[in-house]
């Protein structure tokens, strides 16, 4: 499997073309291991489905083999003191690697519900491509899994996305008497220190100690001697579960009224919704269960703050719950990325028992 891996490490998948390639050399592997796989093409980006085992109910390994660009040097995989280093071992092509040997080694006759391992080609540029037409072709399931780096623990909540795009408004003047204009840049400045003060950023969950807030954009101002008259500038706000985006827009709106700014707004982003899979799943105690039993370790629970592939899956009715759980590793989407190669093993193992439980 860590061979497997290593080949599959060397190519270069942050283009269209290099994650065909490595669906590709997936597709092969699995053949070769004896194993049907079906590949689907939408706009030219590949994936590949594959089944076993029959029964009421599915479970979906997802894992995506493209990344993002890195050094020549990362698409050399190196071992030093059991981590394997390279573009992509963490995120997520050790997750992948994983998933197809277990699927190799599942047993039909242990099997009491159907496993599809889906792996995709375009997760890295918002995975509508692929994860997101699978599901609307049907590939859906009552469990998923997505195999990032979670370092063997259980990501069982994101948090959501909401985009707004300000457009501050002041009063052009001349550069040498400020005075009798309003600077969009200093009103945009002033915003922004008071919206540490908002309601919805001192809020708190049992998984996130607070929503994220990135000021993302800012595009303002011509020339030294004009005081600016508008000002843009956009938010990347990510909510948690049980906070409602509307209300955060709200308050923001708000803000800005109390603080006498002529202020525009926009908002997106709205289709990613903050995704709770409960901690009483049956597929989650499940895996607890597996996980103490290969690490010997209690499972450990927990909130993931960026969106994953898990939002399209858990769009359709059937999906009860869409995680995130994958090898331990670091600095992915970074110039030091690894995963740790025990963990892969230990994480191929938990698959396996997962799938075959009871
Ligand atoms: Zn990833």
């Not at 500038?233 to 906070?243: E, K, V």
């Not at 700014?261 to 908002?267: G, I, N, S, V």
């Amino acid at each position: 499997m860590i061979d497997m891996l290593k080949e599959l490490i060397k190519i270069e998948s942050y283009t269209k073309k290099g994650a065909n390639e490595a669906l590709h050399f997936c597709a092969d592997w699995l053949e070769k291991k004896g194993q049907k796989v079906t590949i689907h093409d939408n706009n030219g980006f590949l994936m590949l489905t594959a089944t076993k085992g029959k029964g009421e109910e599915t479970i979906i390994w997802n894992g995506h083999v493209d990344v993002v660009p890195g050094h020549d040097e990362q698409f050399s995989p190196m071992v030093e003191q059991q981590r394997l280093y390279g573009r992509g071992t963490a995120d997520m092509r050790a997750g992948v690697a994983a998933m197809m040997q277990a699927f190799v080694d599942l047993d039909e006759n242990k099997l009491n519900r159907i496993v599809q391992l889906h792996i995709v080609t375009d997760e890295e540029i918002g995975g509508r491509n692929t994860s997101k037409w699978l599901v609307d072709q049907g590939f859906t399931g009552d469990f998923v899994i997505c195999g990032e780096p979670t370092g063997l623990k259980v990501g069982l909540q994101s948090k959501g996305i909401l985009h707004m795009d300000m457009t501050f408004k002041g009063q052009p003047a001349h550069g040498s008497r400020p005075w009798e204009g309003v600077n969009a840049i200093e009103s945009a400045m002033k915003f922004h220190m008071a919206t540490s003060e908002l309601p919805f950023r001192k809020e708190s969950t049992e998984y996130y100690d607070q929503p994220s807030v990135n000021l993302a954009i800012i595009k303002a101002g011509e020339r030294y001697n004009m005081v600016p008259e508008i000002c843009e500038m956009s938010y990347d706000i990510r909510y948690m579960p049980g906070q409602d985006p509307d209300e955060i827009a709200r308050q923001m709106a708000e803000l800005a009224d109390a603080l006498n700014l002529e202020m525009e707004y926009e908002t997106s982003g709205a289709s990613t919704p903050a995704l709770i899979t409960p901690e009483d799943n049956p597929y989650v105690v499940n895996l607890q269960k597996a996980i103490r039993q290969t690490t010997d370790k209690d499972a450990v629970l927990f909130g993931q703050h960026g969106a994953a592939d898990t939002r399209y899956y858990f769009a359709a009715p059937q999906c009860k719950g869409a995680i995130e759980f994958g090898p331990v590793g670091d600095d992915w989407h970074g110039n030091a990325e690894y995963v740790s190669i025990p963990s892969v093993h230990e994480y191929k193992e938990i698959l396996v028992t997962h799938a075959q439980a009871k």
